[in-house]
Nanobody
Framework: QVQLVESGGGLVQPGGSLRLSCAAS????????MGWYRQAPGKQRELVAA???????NYADSVKGRFTISKNNAKNTVYLQMNSLKPEDTAVYYC???????????????WGQGTQVTVSS
């Protein structure tokens, strides 16, 4: 089974930075896309950033210019560099990936366990 393991969350002051990592492991034929979602208390989950296998990226308007998503294809790992953090960024951040496990199957959606990011003074 495919597993996504996240790391890098924590407590940071406004204006600070954090770098999240998510490594996919297991039976993987190909990875179509990986991304980061977040969910704050009492709010719906939202897409933060995503990156395709070809390197195209997409960001939520609220994080453009502050967050950068990147990947290491050899390690099946995606990163989220978060700079100029704001209290509004406080949320549980979840890694997501669309993964094909064999050449004749269909891709499936996988999720990490989530990592807490708290931005507070």
């Amino acid at each position: 089974q495919v597993q996504l393991v996240e790391s890098g969350g924590g407590l940071v002051q406004p204006g600070g930075s954090l770098r999240l990592s998510c490594a996919a492991s297991g039976s993987i034929f190909s990875v179509y896309a990986m991304g980061w979602y977040r969910q704050a208390p009492g709010k719906q989950r939202e897409l933060v950033a995503a990156i395709t296998s070809g390197g195209s990226t997409n960001y939520a308007d609220s994080v453009k210019g502050r967050f950068t998503i990147s990947k290491n294809n050899a390690k099946n790992t995606v990163y989220l560099q978060m700079n100029s953090l704001k209290p509004e960024d406080t949320a549980v951040y979840y890694c997501n990936a669309d993964i094909l496990r064999d050449s004749v199957g269909v891709p499936h959606d996988y999720w990490g366990q989530g990592t807490q990011v708290t931005v507070s003074s």
